[in-house]
């Protein structure tokens, strides 16, 4: 599965992402709408690293990339691509 199918699952099991297009849902911004609680970030930060072996830190998940769907997509794309992904 890709980032975004990977995420996109994680919210439609949680009751799915406000919008009625991919680009609204994109664009939301889950922390601020409260799709989350505490153990839901915590949740969704463990599945995005198990499923894509990368590690997200203090400074991805405080990013302003972090803030929207569409940005964890492009970070975990990042990460995969780039020096983010575990040993």
Excluded: W, Y
């Excluded at 990977?6 to 609204?24: M, S, Y």
């Excluded at 590690?55 to 020096?83: A, K, M, N, W, Y």
């Amino acid at each position: 599965m890709t980032p975004r199918e990977v995420v996109f699952a994680f919210f439609k099991d949680r009751g799915g992402l406000p919008g009625e297009n991919a680009e609204q849902k994109l664009a939301c911004r889950f922390l601020d709408v409260g799709l989350l609680d505490s153990l839901g970030l915590v949740e969704l930060i463990t599945e995005i690293e198990d499923r894509f072996s990368i590690t997200l830190t203090d400074d991805h998940t405080e990013s302003e990339q972090f803030q929207t769907v569409g940005g964890l997509v492009d970070l975990i794309e990042e990460l995969r691509l780039g020096s983010g992904a575990r040993p």
